[in-house]
T-cell receptor
Framework: GAGVSQTPSNKVTEKGKYVELRCDPI?????LYWYRQSLGQGPEFLIY????????DSGLPNDRFFAVRPEGSVSTLKIQRTERGDSAVYLC?????????????FGEGSRLTVL | AQSVTQLDSQVPVFEEAPVELRCNYS??????LFWYVQYPNQGLQLLLK??????LVESINGFEAEFNKSQTSFHLRKPSVHISDTAEYFC????????????FGKGTMLLVSP
């Protein structure tokens, strides 16, 4: 596609439910990143994929959060047993190879609201 | 670890006035510096970056930023703003030694009014 696509754009769920957020990066981009942006804060790093593998998952807050990228393209961020504190905008970004320091292409985000 | 401070959460300014958005960073290693912009209902996009060389970097739409190592700052400036510059601006850093895991500031909302 022309840009990074994220679905759904909005998700409202109840505390304790399971949620999946999808990211479709720019075609040919091998590096993919997930960030989380809470209200009034800047984006916070969650996880970085190089190809199919998670090269750095140090930003995942706890084991309720998990992400996959099985074919090296689309990625899914999975959140189990959601909590109200998980409410945020989840941003996905991609870059050609992960080495063009700083030049990430972001999607518009998935806004998650946990009631 | 790195951190970024953007002290101004919101900067109101009139059209055609100059503006400066402040960014200070903290890091124990050398870093690359960036400004990203988020226009309403759009994703973040790179505005400009400092990697090496000249400490003054410019964007295609008239913004500039100057890397000041002694003051650990990377302030963003524009001599004359337009209504269309209304957006949220994020300063970010990454160590100059590997892949691009950016650390962002909290952002500054630039509000340009007629």
């Amino acid at each position: 596609g022309a840009g990074v696509s994220q679905t759904p754009s909005n998700k409202v769920t109840e505390k304790g439910k399971y949620v999946e957020l999808r990211c479709d990066p720019i075609s040919g981009h091998t590096a993919l990143y997930w960030y989380r942006q809470s209200l009034g804060q800047g984006p916070e790093f969650l996880i970085y994929f190089q190809g199919t593998g998670a090269a750095d998952d140090s930003g995942l807050p706890n084991d309720r959060f998990f992400a996959v990228r099985p074919e090296g393209s689309v990625s899914t961020l999975k959140i189990q047993r959601t909590e109200r504190g998980d409410s945020a905008v989840y941003l996905c970004a991609s870059s050609r190879s992960g080495t063009e320091t700083g030049e990430l292409f972001f999607g518009e985000g998935s806004r998650l609201t946990v009631l | 670890a790195q951190s970024v401070t953007q002290l101004d959460s919101q900067v109101p300014v009139f059209e055609e006035a100059p503006v400066e958005l402040r960014c200070n960073y903290s890091s124990s290693v050398s870093v690359y510096l960036f400004w990203y912009v988020q226009y309403p209902n759009q994703g973040l996009q790179l505005l400009l970056k400092y990697l090496s060389g000249s400490t003054l970097v410019e964007s295609i739409n008239g913004f500039e930023a100057e890397f000041n190592k002694s003051q650990t700052s990377f302030h963003l400036r524009k001599p004359s703003v337009h209504i269309s510059d209304t957006a949220e601006y994020f300063c970010a850093v990454t160590p100059n030694s590997g892949y691009s895991t950016l650390t962002f500031g909290k952002g500054t909302m630039l509000l340009v009014s007629p």
